[in-house]
């Protein structure tokens, strides 16, 4: 039997932002630092931000640059950003 983790998020509306770190991982994590994490590939990272808010494809965005930070105080860039769905 396999376990499974819930999911983190308990919104539908809560946006995940996904894209490159300065060194190339994919980084996903949500708006607020909730949740988040680093990737081997784009696959992986939008894999993870669909299943932690609910399957909702419309409340991801990929950005050309983002760090981790699970601070809560995502820096996020002014423009370059596209929604995946």
């Not at 680093?38 to 808010?53: D, S």
């Not at 990929?62 to 002014?78: H, T, Y």
């Amino acid at each position: 039997m396999k376990l499974v983790e819930p999911p983190s998020c308990s919104t539908a509306s809560t946006i995940v932002f996904i894209g490159r770190n300065c060194r190339g991982n994919w980084v996903a994590q949500e708006q607020n630092g909730l949740y988040g994490g680093l990737f081997v590939n784009r696959a992986q990272a939008v894999k993870y931000a669909l299943f932690e808010n609910g399957h909702h494809p419309e409340t991801i965005i990929e950005l050309p640059l983002i760090e981790l930070d699970m601070a809560g105080k995502l820096a996020l860039p002014a423009a370059g950003s596209r929604h995946v769905a």
